[in-house]
């Protein structure tokens, strides 16, 4: 055995491209950060996903034990799997953080979003935009002669739907909280 | 109640109590408006010693080189927005090389923050990416409890800088002490032992392995001396061939029957040969840098490899492992030891011994082999002196940034953990003289060498000013070439001998720069007389900058250019013709 004679490669290629070289999926997943709750900590957090070039997707943070000085940060990322066990690695690490749970593979999990519409129209479009509100489970939060403010909670994707239809309709602004997401059982 | 109140005091007179309580003999730092009333309580005692420096980067690589030098975390102190400013590079360099630091910066009061006040800068939103964690102190009350807090976070763990910014109110107000042992460090514990299922599988693997290798890094260092000696009884044990990249030298002995040098882009043949023919590689406290993988597709591509770090996320980053360790290397080295020990010591002998007749073939080529001059200074000469002249004493060596820094790595051979303090992660130049500064205030009786470029050595050259008015006798050995030396060495290989801006005119006569500063300046530009200059600057009783005048367009070889593997190794002048094509030179 001499190391001298396994294969040459090209140069072609740079030191720097640590992807894998055989293409994966890119996949989406949901987490759940627990952190210290004080001020930084979520810069700290952000810092983290823009400084290494990760994406976010959707994210929620709001104290939710006051006692325990806690917040949790709710974040939709991308990547293939390996970027995303680096994603959980790395928030893992950090000191403010306690606990990072990944939703998407810990079992089934619920995850919500709230989101505010605002439809202007009038006539039959403004009937049309009410009658499929009635469908989706929107609530009227808002009613003008000609413009209406549905709130409604959901899936991401049936935001997305329920947006979609109202685009003809007179969609004309959307407000969206991002994912709340928590895991089913105990 | 009495005893409350006897723990109440200024913010001020808290943090010099906070230190003293967490064993801090040395700060260095520069003071300035928003640091005052700290400066008034360090007036007031003589318990914790402060170095002035000349320039806040250098306070910061001072404190980076006591740190390393005696595994105790670095302190320094300096004033709010320029001061803090002026941190930054050495937060960062502390940051890559996992250095524990507590570095106390001054901020404007509390009422002025965001009012774009003199001096103020948002200190912990610029140094939030270069430390490990940082706080803003806004309360007395929480004052104490936060220094014993950044304390126990630099030093847990992966070590690392803190910083904690400090408003001159807060410094000013009154509150109640908070003693180390009644803060609550419990949330910030890594887990140190590693799984010992894990362990079994690499013990299974050592046995049988025909082709091992270690590839140890700066984590064995940081572990502590235990750590090092743990491995040099693995090493012994097992009759396996070690390696180290920049950072872990000293680690296992450089005199040690099983070292193969360092390895990485200008490591030995024997090394990276080593590594990429190995058939188990086991990484102990290294991080696989792109200094050490060159190409990643084509990184040790026969290899089973194991990882023992503290740190999860330097787990499978790079290059995927097939065994993670997640934990301390001490107490994983223990546990190692202890079940091969117990399973009956086995090894692959049959195996090993052709591994090793294998390596003594690579040993053979001599790859540090290089041509000698009568008439000008090789700088590979000049370490080889510079080695046999200082070899057994007490001696610590710091570098600056560049070909120096690799012929140092090289040519000096380390026998213990923490004598070799370098800036491996930031390549940070304007490191090594304050560095050396650090490491010569914690030992005081020690030679401290600083092998320097005169390039890298003029960025922090105003530290001179420290090291004779705190008697510190730093040897400073300059290789002067009058170029950016690795600069232009990339130049020549990479970009058609277009030598852009890599050449240093008007340098200063060192000789008088030192008479300057009040030092003594030692110059040599003949190979005979240089073992007389060495001689005379370890002699001399004070800080010496040697200007040692080397051949001006020496190589630095072995090489792996960018983007080429292991295999693929530049031996020599000869073989540079070409080899780097488009794609390599677009990587640093």
Known sequence: MTALNIKRGSTSHSAYDLRDPFTEVIESHTLAVTVVNESGVLARVIGLFSGRGYNIDSLTVAEVDHEGHRSRITIVTRGTPHVIEQIKAQLGRLVPVFEVHDLTVEGPSVQRELALIKVAGKGDHRIEALRLAEIFRANVVDSTLESFVFEMTGTPEKIDAFADLMRPLGLCEIARTGVAALSRGV | MTKANAGTMSGAKMIVKALKDQGVEVVFGYPGGAVLPIYDELFLQNDIRHILVRHEQGAIHMAEGYARSTGKPGVALVTSGPGATNAVTGLTDALLDSIPLVVLSGQVPTFMIGTDGFQEADTVGITRPCTKMNWLVKETERLAETIHTAFHVATTGRPGPVLVDIPKDVQFATGEYTAPERVKTS??????????????????????????????????????????????????????????????????????????????????????????????????????????????????????????????????????????????????????????????????????????????????????????????????????????????????????????????????????PNRWMTSGGLGTMGYGLPASIGVQIAHPEALVINVAGEASWLMNMQEMGTAMQFRAPVKQFILNNERLGMVRQWQELLHGERYSHSWSESLPDFVKLAEAFGCKGIKCSDPKDLDDAIMEMIRYDGPVIFDCLVEKHENCFPMIPSGKPHNEMLLGEAETQGVIKAGGAVLV
């Open chain 2, 187 to 416: 949330h910030y514990q890594p887990k140190v032992k590693g799984d010992i299922d894990q362990i079994t599988r690499l013990v299974e693997l050592l046995e049988k392995a025909e082709r091992p290798v270690f590839y140890t890094g700066g984590g064995v260092i940081n572990s502590g001396p235990a750590a090092s000696q743990l491995l040099r009884e693995l090493v012994d044990a097992t009759g396996f061939p070690v390696t180290s990249t920049l950072m872990g030298l000293g680690a296992y002995p450089a005199s040690g029957r099983n070292w193969l040098g360092m390895l990485g882009m200008h490591g030995l043949y024997e090394a990276n040969l080593a590594m990429h023919g190995c058939d188990l590689m086991i990484n102990i406290g290294a991080r696989f840098d792109d200094r050490i993988t060159g190409r990643v597709k084509d990184f040790s591509p026969d290899s089973v490899k194991a990882h023992i770090d503290i740190d999860p996320s330097s787990i499978n980053k790079v290059i995927r492992v097939d065994v993670p360790i997640l934990g301390d290397v001490g107490h994983v080295l223990e546990d190692l030891l202890r079940i091969w020990k117990s399973r009956g010591r086995k090894v692959n002998k049959e195996g090993l011994a052709k591994w090793w007749s294998q390596i003594k073939e690579w040993q053979a080529v001599n790859c540090l082999d290089f041509k000698n001059s009568e008439k000008t200074i090789k700088p590979q000469y000049a370490l080889q002196r510079l080695e046999a002249l200082t070899k057994g004493m007490d001696r610590y060596i710091t570098t600056e940034v560049g070909q120096h820094q690799m012929w140092a790595a090289q040519y000096l051979g380390f026998e213990a």
